[in-house]
């Protein structure tokens, strides 16, 4: 399959020229490797080449020998790497020497010394629709935060279209897959979290059976606050199974280093009012194909249960939010308060800027959300922040605009980097 090209690509050249080394992280099959490969001199994969355990133990440095930036690929296999690694770039004081790849984060136990000075962190996540083709990206997020209306009609996106590519989802190996065959392919990456990856990630039995109960209980949970003591409530009820909150909160620490589970954290600014902030984190699987799989539905089921198609729905458009907002040096965050005012994403630059988005699949809900980004300016005190650079709507179906009271309405097919 011809490698196709990755938003996190000037990131990687970027923080190539500034470290000796680069991490890249993200769930298995995300695409570290292949990406890497094109920026690569010489590779060394090390959960594949069998002599690595036993030169390990007799001449671990042999390994980093080789034209660079050298690849060091499944690194977290051998973690006393990353201490090899350390000393080389500290001896060589060179930029760009290793590229360090894994689909799993290291054991707390296997303490890595600070790598401060030394290595950069490049998170990579599965493909986002502008990667995919399925948006034009004539609506950029760096054009949101510059403050400029839209002036762009794209061709409508059908609902059935974006059901098949929820499904589809954005693994790099499922491109011009149709729906049954990726239904096929992402079964068996649950499959395979559930019966392997669990109990491999720090050598503790973890039962498969269970995994799959919690892995469908935020599945049907998906871009919710959901707090663990309803997903076990959930998982009781729903499952016939029983998973105590101590056995949830390890599951959900092995799924979060096996980076299958991604946080999405609250945003908490100064308010006029004396409304309470919720600070739990919204809930996503890394791609928005894992819930569908968990839950073993498929297109006729989705389109069946639109209410539950929109939060599979927003949890796509904040995946993409995420890959476009790290281009732009900025993270994405979510408002929630007890006055049960929200908003579903706030997109805020490390300097401070930020853009508000509310995200719905069709277009029937578009005024209540306008009105919900109306009333957030008029509780964040812009007195302690400066005021949205752009208040925005991701849609599914329908155009791209910018109505007369500013707010910009954009669908998801023309929304870029």
Not at 285 to 307: E, F, P
């Amino acid at each position: 399959m011809k490698y196709r090209n990755r938003l996190i690509e000037n990131e990687l050249i970027r923080k190539l020229n500034a470290s000796g080394a680069v991490l890249i992280k993200g769930a298995k099959s995300c695409g570290k490797t292949e990406t890497a490969k094109q920026f690569a001199a010489s590779i060394l994969e090390v959960d594949q080449d069998e002599n690595v355990p036993e030169i390990m133990k007799i001449a671990p440095k042999r390994l980093l020998l080789g034209a660079t930036p050298r690849l060091i690929d499944e690194w977290q296999e051998q973690p006393k790497l990353w201490q090899y690694i350390r000393h080389e770039v500290d001896d060589r004081q060179m930029k760009g020497q290793f590229i360090l790849t894994g689909s799993a984060n290291p054991e707390e136990t296997a303490k890595m010394h600070s790598g401060a000075g030394r290595f950069t962190t490049l998170l990579m996540h599965t493909m986002s629709w502008q990667e995919l083709g399925y948006s034009s990206g004539k609506i950029s997020l760096k054009h949101l935060f510059d403050g400029n209306k839209i002036d762009v009609a794209d061709s409508p996106v059908d609902l059935e279209f974006i059901v098949e590519k929820i499904i589809i989802g954005g693994f790099p190996a499922l491109l011009g897959a149709k729906t049954e065959q990726a239904i096929d392919v992402n079964r068996a990456y649950i499959n395979l979290i559930s019966e392997v990856d669990m109990s491999r990630v720090s050598d503790i039995k973890r039962s498969p059976d269970k995994v799959k109960s919690l892995l469908r209980s935020l599945a049907r949970n998906i871009a919710t606050t959901v707090e663990n003591t309803t997903l076990s409530a959930d998982i009781n009820e729903k499952e016939n199974s029983v998973l105590s909150r101590p056995t949830i909160i390890d599951y959900i620490d092995a799924l979060k280093r096996l980076m299958i589970l991604e946080d999405q954290p609250a945003w908490n600014p100064h308010i006029r009012s004396s409304s309470s902030l919720r600070k739990s984190p919204k809930r996503h699987l890394t791609d928005v194909s894992l819930a569908v799989a968990a839950l073993g539905a498929n297109k006729n089921s989705l389109l069946n249960d639109l209410k539950y198609t929109g939060f599979l729905f927003e949890s796509l458009a904040t995946h993409d939010l995420r890959i476009y907002a790290q281009a732009n040096d900025a993270e994405v965050f979510y408002y929630h308060d007890s006055s049960g005012l929200e908003a579903d994403a706030i997109v805020q630059k490390y300097s401070g800027e930020w853009c508000a988005f509310e995200i719905k699949l069709g277009v029937g809900q578009i005024e209540e959300a306008a009105q919900n980004l109306t009333k957030l300016v008029e509780t964040v005190d812009l007195s302690k922040i400066s005021p949205p650079k752009s208040l925005n709507i991701i849609i599914g179906t329908g155009i791209s605009y910018t109505r007369a009271d500013g707010i910009n309405v954009i669908s998801l097919g023309s929304l870029g980097v």
